[in-house]
C-alpha cells in the first residue's frame, strides 16, 4: 500500500497562492489531487501520468492550478494561484497504478491509495 502524506496547506486571502506538497512512498502510474468541502461530495481536480507528464485538470480550476511531479523525491505538487473563497475544502492526493486520464474521466473509486488530506481556506 502506498503511503501519501499531504502538507503545505493554510489560510490565504482571495488572490493569493499556495502551493501543496505530496510526499509519496512511492509514484503510481497516476497521480491525483481531490478536494472536499464540508456537506460535498469529494471531486477530483487534477490529475498527472507519471510516465509522460501529462496533466488533466478539471474545468472548476483549469488555468489557476498547476500539478507537477518530482520523480527523483516521490513527490507530486499542486501550486494554486488567484484562489477563491471556493476553493476552500480538504485537498487530498491520491495514487492508482492503472492509466491516466482527466478527473471527468476517474473518479474517486478509481484511485488505490489516499493521504490524510491538508486544509486550505480562502477568505475574501
Known amino acids: 500500500q502506498v503511503r501519501l502524506v499531504e502538507s503545505g496547506g493554510g489560510s490565504v486571502q482571495a488572490g493569493g497562492s499556495l502551493r501543496l506538497s505530496c510526499a509519496a512512498s512511492?509514484?503510481?502510474?497516476?497521480m491525483g489531487w481531490f478536494r472536499q468541502a464540508p456537506g460535498e461530495e469529494r471531486r477530483g481536480i487534477a490529475n498527472?501520468?507519471?510516465?509522460?507528464?501529462?496533466?488533466f485538470y478539471a474545468g472548476s480550476v483549469k488555468g489557476r492550478f498547476t500539478i507537477s511531479q518530482d520523480n527523483a523525491n516521490n513527490t507530486i505538487y499542486l501550486q494554486m494561484n488567484n484562489l477563491k473563497p471556493k476553493d476552500t475544502a480538504m485537498y487530498y492526493c491520491?495514487?492508482?497504478?492503472?492509466?491516466?486520464?482527466?478527473?471527468?474521466?476517474?473518479?474517486?473509486?478509481?484511485?488505490?491509495?489516499w493521504g490524510q488530506g491538508t486544509q486550505v481556506t480562502v477568505t475574501s
Open positions: 491520491a495514487s492508482r497504478w492503472s492509466a491516466c486520464a482527466g478527473p471527468e474521466v476517474i473518479g474517486s473509486n478509481g484511485f488505490d491509495g
Open positions: 512511492a509514484l503510481g502510474n497516476c
Open positions: 498527472i501520468w507519471t510516465t509522460t507528464g501529462d496533466a
